[in-house]
């Protein structure tokens, strides 16, 4: 097959990629059998698969394809095409990959080791913390993290690791004009700046459709070496990335959580089907084949913390908790449960939830 290496071949793939009606099984084996997008495109022209495939090919497909090279122009944009010796070689590895992929960002970033963390969009206090920790561990192991720039774990995934100074890839479910959730745009832009980048199969401006998320998981778990799941309900759609990396032969964690927490039972069903489980980030590393190095603890180190701390974190508990139960629990006065709290979330030990209690972390 001919490498898309000038404007005429780039666009007959990207019409391909995009035509309703062919999908990318199809298409490739156009392309094959003609020896070049180009050819491969004559001869849909010639001979459209459906009146819809006709009518997209005269009415819109110009413009695609015009908006795509546009776009493609620009400094940090790239149009990576399936022929593409940098297309990241786990995903072409698919029975299902993009034809095209729009990268924004380090496309270099996209071919590294990494690792997916995801989870619920309502994690709990207690989920975030556990996220934040892996992400940064897993950075500082020498990995990249991918996630779906979600609000909840996803885009907890992505901030912790940039706060671990690593690289951290996001794969949309809309199109890179279309930044979905928008509180996201700023997220986003920081994770290119720091030498990440964000995928899409999309059209530039594809709206964030239900439809497109369950297809844009596959990607997440088939870009990386395993799958980890924080928390998840019954019918998150991180279950769905679950499947695609055992599908794909990826390795899958989970992490688990209380028996009376909604978002774990999705983790939990996902370990009685095999899941690895995760304690720490060593569980992860040891699960892919990798040695923890020296720099990456298996479990924080325990400081010496006065005795009243000690028995108020045993009064605490790891279950979420109101201040005021603390009152009859500690023994300790509101302004001290408080000032106790404060320097405990400082301090990493507790976090606080939406709902105004607390949650012991570690």
Known sequence: MECATNDRELA??????HAPGLGPQLALQRVQ?????????????QAPPSARTRSWLRTD????????????????????VLVDPLYPRLLRQLVDPPLVLYVSGELSACSRQQVALIGSRRPTGAGLHITTQLAMAL????LAVTAGLASGIDGCAHRGALRAGGCTLAVLGSGLERIYPRTHIGLARDMVAAGGALLSELPLQAPPLPGHFPKRNRLISGLGLGVVVVEAS?????????RHALDQGRELFAVPGSIHNPVSRGC??????????VESVADILEGLGMAAGPDVAERQAEEELPGSVKAFLDALGFGPVAPEALLQTSGLTTAEISSMLIDLEIRGYVCSQSDGNYCRVR
């Not at 007959?12 to 990629?17: F, I, K, M, Y």
């Not at 950075?139 to 020498?142: E, L, N, S, V, W």
């Not at 939990?268 to 489980?277: K, P, S």
């Open 139 to 142: 950075c500082r192991a020498g």
């Open 234 to 242: 019954l019918r998150s759609g991180s279950l769905i990335t679950a």
């Open 268 to 277: 939990h069903r996902l370990l009685r089907q095999g899941a690895a489980l």
């Open 12 to 17: 007959a793939w990207v019409v391909l990629h």
């Open 33 to 45: 059998a003609q020896g070049s997008a180009v050819a491969a495109l004559e001869q849909l022209r």
């Open 61 to 80: 497909a110009a413009a695609v394809v015009e908006g795509a090279l546009a776009w493609a122009a620009a400094p940090g944009h790239t149009l990576l």
